[in-house]
């Protein structure tokens, strides 16, 4: 039996989680996507792993019920709990896909789950969405941890907080092991911008440019006019690779054959929208590494693997 850590994947973007996973031999799958372009890269990036399409609607599809999951990842909308959603949280249908999580994480059975979204879940409702799915993941057998990781202290240079969950099939405190181990998870500065690294300024249309700054989030919403910088006089918009770069993903990752247009043609305005919509890499692998880490020691104490999986 091979000891690489097996994944499922739901709102797989363009995989963050697989680009992080790939080089600690964690095995992907199924992806779950339905944007066109995200799911074109998948078929061209992983043409041997399936995307089972809406994650609503892959309960019965044999490919899920059969291949053998030790983790499930995922980052549901995020747009029913962040500002520009308007915070309706679970009373918004992005934000229900949370509990469709759940019930596929039920149905699964894997050893770990890995959820992320904004940090403005943690106040949604007054707190009581994120409360709510916590609540269920415990009910549901997961011990569980949560905490907010920023991505200018992972090696990128834009400020990016997410909260992580992270949950473990039993018990508490493999989970809080993953997230919080005393170091690393928050460098003692954030990183030196690797673009544009002598006199840079970064600032978002229609404010005011600032001095040594990291470039703010990417946000999905801002694709159609992206970050701007300014450079020893010259202004220009922030490219495809440097959105890419600012992720933690390889240079070129996003510029796919879309369309019949060739990779050449590619438009920027979705890879722009896509990498915006993604988790950062760097993030990705750390939690990645502790998992793998926490998994490995488990075994050793005789715990194996989840029914599912066996």
């Not at 997410?162 to 997230?179: E, I, K, N, Q, S």
């Amino acid at each position: 039996m091979s000891d690489a850590i097996t994944y499922g994947s739901v709102c797989s973007g363009i995989e963050a989680a697989t680009v992080a996973w790939d080089p600690l031999g964690f095995k992907p799958q199924w992806f779950s996507e339905i944007e066109k372009f995200p799911s074109a890269l998948l078929e061209q990036r992983y043409p041997h792993v399936p995307n089972l399409g809406d994650m609503t609607e892959i309960k019965n599809d044999a490919r899920f019920t059969t291949r053998p999951l030790d983790l499930l990842v995922g980052g549901t909308p995020c747009q029913a709990f962040s500002v520009g959603g308007f915070r309706k949280g679970l009373a918004d249908p992005r934000g229900n896909l949370a509990l469709e999580y759940l019930a596929l994480a039920d149905m699964a059975r894997p050893r770990w789950v890995v959820w992320e979204n904004v940090a403005g879940v943690l106040d949604s409702n007054g707190g009581r969405d994120f409360g709510s799915f916590l609540g269920a993941l415990g009910k549901l057998g997961y011990g569980w941890s949560y905490r907010v990781l920023d991505s200018q202290y992972f090696g990128v240079a834009q400020r990016r907080r997410r909260v992580f969950v992270v949950g473990h099939l039993g018990t508490w405190a493999p989970a809080a092991g993953v997230l919080f181990d005393g170091a690393g998870a928050k460098g003692t500065s954030p990183p030196v911008p690797t673009l544009n690294p002598t006199g840079a300024r970064f600032f978002m249309p229609g404010n005011r440019a600032r001095d040594h700054e990291w470039p703010e989030t990417l946000a999905a919403r801002d694709y159609k006019d992206p970050q701007v910088v300014i450079n020893e006089g010259t202004i220009r918009r922030l490219t495809p690779v440097e959105y890419e770069r600012l992720q933690g993903f390889p240079d070129d990752y996003t510029r796919i054959n879309w369309r019949g247009r060739g990779e050449d043609k590619c438009p920027n305005g979705p890879r722009y929208k896509a990498l915006g919509n993604s988790m950062a890499v760097p993030v990705m692998r750390w939690i990645g590494e502790r998992i793998k880490t926490t998994d490995a020691i488990l075994k050793e104490q005789g715990h194996g693997r989840t029914a599912l999986s066996a």
